[in-house]
């Protein structure tokens, strides 16, 4: 397969990170002769010190002409620490995110055996963990209408969703269910919100019609507990945008770190695939930086465009670089691998092994939740 990759690196360790998956997936290339081609562009604060604009013309250009966008990080303190800043890096991939249409964010979470003394959390709350969440990423109050009055003291922040908008993403969210456990728990608050009793009122009406999938609803102050309480019991989890970005970063608390955690972003036409972490400038240019949810983040690249077995090899080989100890200091306090020396292990395992041709498929950490 021929696949045109757009690598948006960004800031912070995005750099780092991204280029131990690309690593992978040109170990990937070699092994299951495929032609990947890379094609770099700016965006976010690099973007902005280099042209003025968090997303230049070229780099959105590059990416809707792109089969798939690899993503690395973005955010920069100059601007976090500035709430008088108009500008901001993270507008670039709000924008990005809906100039490409990617209304479907998919974060999968589940918890490695051999890292559960890593959870903040007692292992016999987190064993079985393994759900994925399906966030929808191009409407509610990140989109808005924004306001501020004349004298600074009111600020306004609109939400706002369509019947088409929340459709779209239920029926990929019921669909993979169907592949899973077969239960949807859609999370809302719909005691409070106008917003939220729409979203109730139309995934019900799509729950008739999958009828061998379970739905249950769910309030998000509650669910933000019963993640922390009994993270096992969710297979699928539905949900608007603020409420999916606040749930997935704290599903990345269950599984010991947030340098695990891949996502893809998807709409009818483009698809994004980045990790789930920030830019953590602090760590930059250290060669400290977790890639692994990057790595698997280009591993759910691969799964997008049905390259199954390919998926499987990244997957396996991360598997086994956690299983030997070859990880990030986030991982293990006395760790002497850098960024790097992962990724080259990682790359490595993935040309030279072949257990991912024995291996069952129902046993692989990613498995059927990323497939749309």
Known sequence: MKLQIALLKGDGIGPEVTAQAVKCLQAVEETFGHEFHFKEALVGAAAMDAYGDPLPEQTLE????????????????RYDNDPSAKVRPEQGLL???????????????????????????????IQGTDFV?????????YFGEKSLSEDGTTATDSCTYTEAEIS????LAFK???GRRKKVTLVDKANVLESSRLWRRVVTK????????????????????????????????????????????????????????PSASTGEHHALFEPVHGSYPQAAGKDIANPIASILSAAMLLDHF??????????????????????????????????????????????DSDEYLILNKENIWLGKSTII
């Open 168 to 171: 779209r993403i239920a029926h």
């Open 206 to 261: 799509i729950g008739e019609s999958y009828p061998e999938v379970t739905l249950d609803c769910m309030f998000i102050d509650n669910a933000a507990m019963q993640l922390l309480l009994k993270p096992s019991q969710f297979d699928v989890i539905l949900t608007e945008n603020m409420f999916g970005d606040i749930l997935s970063d704290e599903g990345s608390a269950v599984g010991g770190s947030i340098g695990l955690l």
């Open 306 to 351: 049905k390259l199954d077995e390919e998926s499987r090899a990244v997957v396996i080989a991360v598997l086994k670089s956690i299983k030997k100890g070859v990880v990030s200091p986030d991982l293990s306090t006395s760790s002497k691998y850098g960024t790097s020396h992962i990724g080259d292990f990682i790359s490595g395992n993935i040309r």
């Open 62 to 77: 590059l990416c809707k002409k792109s089969d798939a966008v690899l993503f690395g990080a973005i955010g920069d303190p």
């Open 133 to 141: 969440i399906y966030r929808e990423l191009t409407g509610g109050i």
């Open 176 to 178: 993979a269910a169907k």
């Open 95 to 125: 924008r990005l995110r809906k100039e490409l249409g990617l209304f479907c964010n998919i974060r999968p979470i589940k918890v490695f055996p051999t890292l559960m003394e890593k959870s903040p959390l007692k292992k016999k709350v």
